[in-house]
Structure formats: C-alpha cells, structure tokens
C-alpha cells in the first residue's frame, strides 16, 4: 500500500515537473525565434482565428438547417397523411357514385318501362274508345233550361235570354251551370 502511494507521488512530481518544462520550452521557443518565424507563426494564428469563425458560422447553419429539415419532414408526413385521406375520401365518393349511379339507373329503367306500358295501355284505351285525336275538350255543366229567367227589378239587365251575363245570374235550380267534376248529386 506504502508503495502505491509512493508511486503516485512520485507521479504527481513528476507531473508538475512536465508543466513547467513544458513552459520553460514555450518560453524559449517564443524568444529564440527569429522574426521570420513570428511572421509566419502570427499568420497562421490569423487563420486559426479565420478558421475557427467559420467553422462556428458552419455549426450554427447546420444545426438551424437540421432544425428546418426537421419541421419539413414533419410537414410532408402531414401532406402525405393528408394526401392518403383524401384519395380514400375520393374513393369512398367514386364508390357511392357508382351506387348512386346503378341506382339511378335502375330507376330510370323502370320509369321507362312504365311510361312505355302506359303509352301501349293509352294507345290500346284510345283505339278502343275511339278518342284519339280530340280537337277540343268537352265541358261539363249547361243543361236544360226548365223556366225563362226573370229579368231585374228595373229591367237593369234588360230582360233578354240573349244576355249569358243576365241569364246566368238569373239561373236558379237545376239548370245552372255546375261541374260535372265536382258533381254534388
């Protein structure tokens, strides 16, 4: 144990002995240069200096540039989630589309297939009854007339059965004209 910690002293002198070796050394150097030398050695201290500001300059791009790559990513992940979502939303319509489409056609069809069966069943009821081609529609109403109608307390409308204003105003009964629609008998 004694000798462990003799050697470790012995270290630790001789550490201290390298340190200032080593200052005794820089020391001589430094005065027994010529000034060639401290010309160059000035250089090259200026760009060391040079040197080290620009890789400072390049450390910081590239951490701010790793900083944006970061957020881009980010971002196209995002766009490429929000691309995958839409073409699934583009196909979930496409195949309602379809359906909605079949489904239409399938309704046309039908109302197709019943107008045409309704044309045959008119041009069948047409041919039967002999109406096909009616130029003008008949109304309904007019009548026989059972008694002259009566002219108005003054002879206002002037008594006439030519008058159809005075003759309809006049009408009482049966013989006015009714709807044969809303027939109430």
């Known amino acids: 144990m004694r000798d462990l910690q003799n050697r470790c002293e012995k270290v630790v002198e001789l550490e201290i002995q390298l340190d200032d070796i080593k200052e005794q050394y820089n020391n001589v150097i430094r005065n027994s240069n010529s ?54 939303m583009l196909q979930d319509a496409d195949r309602r589309l379809v359906l909605q489409d079949q489904k239409f056609q399938s309704q046309l069809q039908a109302v197709k297939e019943r107008l045409d069966q309704a044309r045959a069943q008119k041009t069948a009821n047409a041919a039967s009854l002999g109406f096909g081609r009616i130029a003008k529609p008949l109304r309904g109403g007019g009548g026989v007339q059972t008694s002259p109608p009566s002219s108005g307390a003054n002879g206002s409308f002037g008594g006439s059965t030519n008058n159809p204003i005075a003759r309809l105003q006049n009408e009482d009964g049966p013989a006015k004209r009714t709807s044969w629609f809303f027939n109430k008998g």
């Open 35 to 88: 000034k060639a030398q401290q010309k160059k050695m000035s250089f090259l201290e200026r760009n060391l200096e040079q040197l080290t500001l620009v890789q400072k300059e390049l450390v910081d791009q590239n951490s701010s540039l790793k900083k944006e790559a970061g957020l881009a990513e980010r971002k196209l992940l995002a766009r490429n989630e929000r691309i995958m979502n839409l073409e699934a």
